[in-house]
C-alpha cells in the first residue's frame, strides 16, 4: 500500500519560511517523479513544483520561482519543500503527490493526505 505522508505545516508569518516533508513507502521511490501542489479555500487545487526521480531536474509554478525549492533524497524516500518569502494569500493545504513521466504538473498517481500551511499577515 503506497502512503505519502506530509509534514512541517503550521503557522507562520507573511515573509517566514517554512520545510515541509514527505515521507514515502510502498512504492519504488526512485522510479517516481514528486510534486508538490496546493489548495487554498474556495480554489481548486493548483501545481506547485516537481522534481523528477533521480533529483536532476525541476519545474516550479512562476507564483513560487525564486521563493520555494523541492528536492529529495531517495536514500530516505523523503520529499522536501522549503518555502521561503511566504505571502499570506498563499496560504492552502500543501500535498505531495507521485508520479511516473520526467516533470509531470497533472496525472498523478498517489496522494497525501496533506499538511495545512496558514501565513499571517
Known amino acids: 500500500q503506497v502512503q505519502l505522508v506530509e509534514s512541517g505545516g503550521g503557522l507562520v508569518q507573511a515573509g517566514g519560511s517554512l520545510n515541509l516533508s514527505c515521507a514515502a513507502s510502498g512504492l519504488t521511490f526512485n522510479k517516481y517523479a514528486m510534486g508538490w501542489f496546493r489548495q487554498a479555500p474556495g480554489k481548486e487545487r493548483e501545481f506547485v513544483a516537481v522534481i523528477s526521480f533521480n533529483g536532476g531536474r525541476t519545474d516550479y509554478a512562476d507564483a513560487v520561482k525564486g521563493r520555494f525549492t523541492i528536492s529529495r533524497d531517495n536514500a530516505d524516500n523523503v520529499t522536501y519543500l522549503q518555502m521561503d518569502r511566504l505571502k499570506p494569500e498563499k496560504t492552502a493545504v500543501y500535498y505531495c503527490?507521485?508520479?511516473?513521466?520526467?516533470?509531470?504538473?497533472?496525472?498523478?498517481?498517489?496522494w497525501g493526505q496533506g499538511t495545512q500551511v496558514t501565513v499571517s499577515s
Open positions: 503527490a507521485a508520479a511516473l513521466g520526467l516533470l509531470p504538473r497533472a496525472a498523478y498517481d498517489f
